[in-house]
Nanobody, 123 residues
Framework: QVQLVESGGGLVQAGGSLKLSCAAS????????MGWFRQAPGKERDFVAA????????YYADSVKGRFTISRDTAKNMSYLQMSSLKPEDTAVYFC????????????????WGQGTQVTVSS
């Protein structure tokens, strides 16, 4: 079992930056990949970024590539999503996820989820 708790969401102006954090507990943190998804009102939960268990490889949705950076700190059992050059279309609830089984770009593949944190980007 893995428990996840996100933090760091808020209101930011377009062009600004925000860093989301995800605290993990339960199973050994270094044994599973981590990911971030987002869900806007009335829309599906979309893939944002993922990082392998070792932290060596990262993957991004095209819409955030070059603006967002995913990372993990094994010593602290934390995953982070650094978001820069934010746009109004980045507004959504952001979810941390752990331990995918299958296509990591699909929300259905991930076994564990946090409660989500709201990110609102004003124009």
């Amino acid at each position: 079992q893995v428990q996840l708790v996100e933090s760091g969401g808020g209101l930011v102006q377009a062009g600004g930056s925000l860093k989301l954090s995800c605290a993990a507990s339960g199973r050994t943190f270094s044994s599973y990949p981590m990911g971030w998804f987002r869900q806007a009102p009335g829309k599906e939960r979309d893939f944002v970024a993922a990082i392998t268990s070792s932290g060596r490889d990262t993957y991004y949705a095209d819409s955030v590539k070059g603006r967002f950076t995913i990372s993990r700190d094994t010593a602290k059992n934390m995953s982070y999503l650094q978001m820069s050059s934010l746009k109004p279309e980045d507004t959504a609830v952001y979810f941390c996820a752990a331990d995918p089984d299958g296509n990591y770009r699909s929300a259905d593949a991930w076994d564990y989820w946090g409660q989500g944190t709201q990110v609102t980007v004003s124009s």
